[in-house]
């Protein structure tokens, strides 16, 4: 049974940075793409980040390219994401999803999410 666990959400202030880690278990997922959702208050999920098996093949919203960096350790079965110079409109619930199609992950049509982690930035 696939399990996603996420970390490292919290509050920081505009400008800060945070890292999410994302643990996944239930089998091995080197070769599934790995990936980054977010859900504001009142507002429809929305695709962050996302990264093939490899790594060297990664995906990113408009709105968080340049500031957000997403990556892996298949050894570990864990992505993180960077997330730099945030803003108050990153707030928001971030949920790790995986997938072993590319395009089926970055459309957000995977049963596989996590349970999400809160990320308030303060302006």
């Known amino acids: 049974q696939v399990q996603l666990v996420e970390s490292g959400g919290g509050l920081v202030q505009s400008g800060g940075s945070l890292r999410l880690s994302c643990a996944a278990s239930?089998?091995?997922?080197?070769?599934?793409?790995m990936g980054w959702f977010r859900q504001a208050p009142g507002k429809a999920r929305e695709f962050v980040a996302a990264?093939?098996?490899?790594?060297?093949?990664?995906n990113y919203a408009d709105s968080v390219k340049g500031r957000f960096t997403i990556s892996r350790d298949n050894a570990k079965n864990t992505v993180y994401l960077q997330m730099n110079t945030l803003k108050p409109e990153d707030t928001a619930v971030y949920y790790c999803?995986?997938?072993?199609?590319?395009?089926?992950?970055?459309?957000?049509?995977?049963?596989?999410w996590g349970q999400g982690t809160q990320v308030t930035v303060s302006s």
């Open positions: 990264s093939k098996w490899s790594g060297s093949n990664t």
């Open positions: 239930g089998r091995t997922f080197s070769t599934w793409t």
């Open positions: 999803a995986v997938h072993p199609i590319w395009v089926r992950l970055l459309r957000g049509e995977t049963d596989y």
